[in-house]
T-cell receptor, first 119, second 110 residues
């Protein structure tokens, strides 16, 4: 069965420090990978989306970047954290589908999340 | 892009009560998912339901695609049902990116 691992679970970092959050998926190949942020309150905002190694789509302008050095590894980074980067970061995966019919059934599965506090 | 609205934003109930959560979307969809975010933040898949009705224990969901809404029913609520419930649909039909509603925060009191 497929599993998704995300770490660390919590992180407290000073303003201006670098960031690296890691997400790995097991039990599947060629997944789509996603990074979301959930600010205090409620909604999930898609930050980055990847369909393959080295292929990253940035959804919103921001202080963060993402990389996919291996097929099942997705990393969220920053060179210098801002206060506004605080939040709950979630990694997700879905099966990479081919046909139009398959594309419809894009079920995303989430990791446990990383709670980041920038002080 | 597609807009997703959930109602009510907050719901407080006593244990044993039934509840109905609603998700409206502004355009045709061929994919709709319901999630439960527990108090620890974990997002748990509840239903993949682009149309029709599905049931899983005390939970059931119905999507009426032609009228652009989906309903999540929770019967005989338990305190463990507390959390935030999200619906999500593709950003455009057939896309592999989802847009989430703002969620319904459900609190079940003992």
């Amino acid at each position: 069965s497929q599993t998704i691992h995300q770490w660390p679970a919590t992180l407290v970092q000073p303003v201006g420090s670098p960031l690296s959050l890691e997400c790995t998926v097991e039990g599947t190949s060629n997944p789509n990978l996603y990074w979301y942020r959930q600010a205090a309150g409620r909604g999930l905002q898609l930050l980055f989306y990847s369909v393959g190694i080295g292929q990253i789509s940035s959804e919103v302008p921001q202080n963060l970047s993402a990389s996919r050095p291996q097929d099942r590894q997705f990393i969220l980074s920053s060179k210098k954290l801002l206060l506004s980067d605080s939040g709950f970061y979630l990694c997700a995966w879905s099966v990479r589908l081919g046909t139009r019919m398959q594309l419809a059934k894009n079920i995303q599965y989430f990791g446990a999340g990383t709670r980041l506090s920038v002080l | 892009g597609i807009q997703v609205e959930q109602s009510p934003p907050d719901l407080i109930l006593q244990e044993g009560a039934n509840s109905t959560l609603r998700c409206n979307f502004s355009d045709s969809v061929n994919n709709l998912q319901w999630f439960h975010q527990n108090p620890w933040g974990q997002l748990i898949n509840l239903f993949y339901i682009p149309s029709g009705t599905k049931q899983n224990g005390r939970l059931s969901a119905t999507t009426v695609a032609t009228e652009r809404y989906s309903l999540l029913y929770i019967s005989s609520s338990q305190t463990t049902d507390s959390g935030v419930y999200f619906c999500a649909v593709p950003i455009i039909q057939g896309a592999q990116k989802l847009v989430f509603g703002q969620g319904t925060r459900l609190t079940i009191n003992p």
